[in-house]
């Protein structure tokens, strides 16, 4: 029988401990600010920012909220960002992804102070995390190493085959599961022989963006499946990269979706949050 790696309740004891941190804090005087940002009405980005908001409700972090209109300029954006990076009182600060067409992401992820990048994606965190010195992390493959680890899967000396390679999810995961000191292995859509290749991982991430594109042929037996991928079907049913049923039963443990990789990204986020209080004073 397989275990259905939690990641709500996983997600939901990691915040009650940095409630704890938080209160401990508070006793010194120290609260924990983040500012962010969101700009335009993609209502997806306002679902996130909403909850992101609500989890810092919830641990006693203060948050400041910037909402700016879809017609925000690259510059009135930078301008917003460098006074908050100015702002002693702001530890973290947040630029809710996608942006309009008219701002650059890569500028806008630049200035952000690498002291309080809470998301983990200026060059200089993920500099860091590629030669092992102290940063910041992205927050959904910091969430992962946290659900293996809580979930008492060995990684050390294990074959590891991620599938994706974005900025944000690929690259960073290869790294802290390599950190970790399992052999890892990075597949893309040019990879030959896709199937062969992930049947030798005896852990496999999926973070392909592809609507249970992998099945049980995928995937060798008693290995365990970490699914990243989130989509909405019609119906408003919500699946993963993975093909669940086919595949939970030839697993040791599987993430859900939902309730599993999802609920982790923003308690990393939390988690870093709290961190920054020493990263940016
Ligand atoms: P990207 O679209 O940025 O990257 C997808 C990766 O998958 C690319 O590296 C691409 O290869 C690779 N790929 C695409 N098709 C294939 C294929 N047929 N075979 C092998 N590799 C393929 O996606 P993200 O990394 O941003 O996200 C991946 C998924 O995770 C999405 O569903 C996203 O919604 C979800 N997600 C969930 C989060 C959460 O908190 N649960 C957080 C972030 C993302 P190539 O580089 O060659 O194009």
Known sequence: MYQIIDGKAISTALKEELKEKVTKLAGQGITPCLAVILVGEDPA??????????????????????ELPESTSEEELLKLIETLNADDSVNGILVQLPLPKQIHEDAVIKAISPKKDVDGFH?????????????????????????????????????????G???IVGKPMSLLMLRENATVT??????QKLKEVCKRADILIVAIGKPKMITSEYVKEGAVVIDVGIHR????????????????????????????????????????CVESIGFSS
């Open 123 to 163: 060059p200089e965190s993920v500099g860091a995390l590629c030669i092992g010195q102290p940063g910041y992390v992205s927050c959904t493959p910091a969430g992962i190493i946290e659900l293996l680890k809580r979930s008492n899967v060995e990684i050390e000396g294990k074959e590891c085959v991620i599938i």
């Open 186 to 191: 990075v597949c893309h859509s040019r990879t």
């Open 165 to 167: 390679r974005s900025n």
């Open 233 to 272: 079907l019609e119906g408003k049913k919500l699946c993963g990269d993975v093909d669940f049923d086919d595949v939970a039963p030839h697993t040791s443990a599987i993430t859900p979706v939902p309730g599993g990789v999802g609920p982790m990204t923003i308690a990393m986020l939390m988690k870093n």
């Open 45 to 66: 980005s306002a679902v996130y920012v909403n909850n992101k908001k609500k989890a810092c409700e919830f641990i006693g972090i203060k948050s400041l909220s910037y």
